[in-house]
Structures are given as structure tokens and as C-alpha cells.
């Protein structure tokens, strides 16, 4: 699944978009790029890219966020913590 | 029970290509769960992220030892040629087995330290205008060496 285009994430409205993904039985590959991921939403975003990974039914393998704007609360919040 | 990626062992690949506002904090993070033990990541790529001598370090640190077997790191014009030497160095305890490095600044004493990488299959090195030819004919001589044992 490739969701491309010129979408910003706002009130939630994109986060819901991604974390509707989470235990999608054959979703293997992810990619989400183009600004989809701005600074300001950084943190909305990657809390809902954890919900997909913590999905007990996952089998994402190809997670592909290039061209975004992940800052360092982003990563973290996708990586390891919660801010 | 994973936590975002850390512990997370479904995710074979990632990519951050293009984000350029990660700084150490963030390749820390990132660091924790390449070093951790549930971590499956095969491939990783970081084209044009920013990367500077303190952050490869720190992620060059962690994938020492990993099970990542492709890595990709080109335009991080940033790493001086220090930076490399070390970055190569980490490199050398990994079972890399692909590498693109294209247009950065690696110079002849990067481009020795790769022959350290003795699972490497596949390097991509074009644009790294800082090896001279000298560079190149040692490089050559030295896989030589390799592969004659």
C-alpha cells in the first residue's frame, strides 16, 4: 500500500488514516512520503505508525517513510517512546 | 510485546530517506532498537538525512554487530572525512552485504577501511570525489590481496 500525495496530517484526521491500517492481515509494505509527515504533526503521526507496529495481527515488514519531515520527537515517539 | 520499533520483529526494512531534521537524539533512538535483540532489520536507509560526524557515530556504534545486511547512506555530504574513517571502522564488526555511499566525502583512507567489510558484496562509491586515483590502485592491490587468500 503507497499513500502519496500532498496530505497533511491535521486534527487527527491522518493519524486515524494510519492507525486504520493496524492488523490489516496482508499489509506487508508501507509507504508514506511527500511531506504526508510534517513537523508540526510529527508526533501525531508516529504515535499512530506505533499503533500499526503494536498491532498483535501485524506483518508490516517494509515500513518506507522517505521525503517526510520527522524531527527527533517523531523518531522517538516511532522508536521507543511516548512524548 | 513491542514498543513502536524497538522490540518490534516484523520490520525487515526502513526508510527515512529525506528527513533532514533528525539530529543525535534521534539517531539514539534509532540506535536502541538496532541494538536490540528482537531487532529483524535487514536494510536501512538514511539517503540524504543530514547525517554529521556525531550522528554516524552513534548509529555506526549500534550497527556494529547487528544483523543489518543493507545500508544505504549517500548525499550525507555532512561526515567529514574523519567522520568516515570512523563511521568504516564501526562498519568492519558488521555482515554488511550492500552499501551505497554515493556523492560523499569519502577519500582514500575510507576507501581503504571498506576492505575491512569482508562481507560486502555490493558498493556503490560513485561521486566521492575526495579518492585519487592513488587511492584506487592501492584499493585495487589491496582486494587483490583479499582474494587471493
Same mark, same amino acid.
Given at each position: 500500500m503507497i499513500i502519496t500525495g500532498r496530505i497533511e496530517i491535521i486534527d487527527e484526521f491522518g493519524g486515524s488514516l494510519i492507525e486504520g491500517l493496524g492488523g490489516h492481515p496482508s499489509l506487508t509494505r508501507l509507504q508514506i512520503e511527500y511531506d504526508f509527515i510534517t513537523a508540526e504533526q510529527a508526533r501525531v503521526s508516529s504515535r499512530a505508525l506505533r499503533k500499526v507496529l503494536k498491532h498483535p495481527k501485524s506483518e508490516l515488514k517494509h515500513l518506507l517513510l522517505p521525503n517526510n519531515k520527522l524531527d527527533d520527537i517523531g523518531l522517538g515517539v516511532l522508536c521507543v517512546m511516548d512524548y | 510485546m513491542c514498543d513502536g520499533l524497538l522490540g518490534n520483529s516484523t520490520i525487515s526494512s526502513l526508510c527515512l530517506d529525506n528527513n533532514r531534521n533528525i539530529t543525535s537524539t534521534g539517531c539514539h533512538a534509532l540506535s536502541a532498537v538496532i541494538r536490540d535483540p528482537n531487532c529483524n532489520l535487514k536494510k536501512i536507509s538514511l539517503n540524504w538525512t543530514g547525517l554529521t560526524d556525531e550522528r554516524s557515530n552513534i548509529l555506526g556504534a549500534a550497527l556494529s554487530g547487528s544483523s543489518v545486511k543493507v545500508l544505504h547512506l549517500s548525499h550525507n555530504e555532512s561526515i567529514s572525512r574523519r567522520g568516515w574513517h570512523t563511521l568504516l571502522n564501526h562498519l568492519a564488526r558488521t555482515s554488511i552485504i550492500s552499501l551505497n555511499l554515493r556523492s560523499?566525502?569519502?577519500?582514500n583512507g575510507g576507501l581503504a577501511a @571498506?576492505?575491512?567489510?569482508?562481507? @560486502?558484496k555490493t558498493l556503490i562509491l560513485s561521486r566521492n570525489e575526495s579518492i585519487t586515483p592513488e587511492g584506487w590502485r592501492h584499493s585495487s592491490t589491496r582486494y587483490k590481496e583479499l582474494d587471493s587468500g
Open positions: - | 560523499n566525502k569519502i577519500d @571498506l576492505a575491512n567489510i569482508g562481507t @560486502l
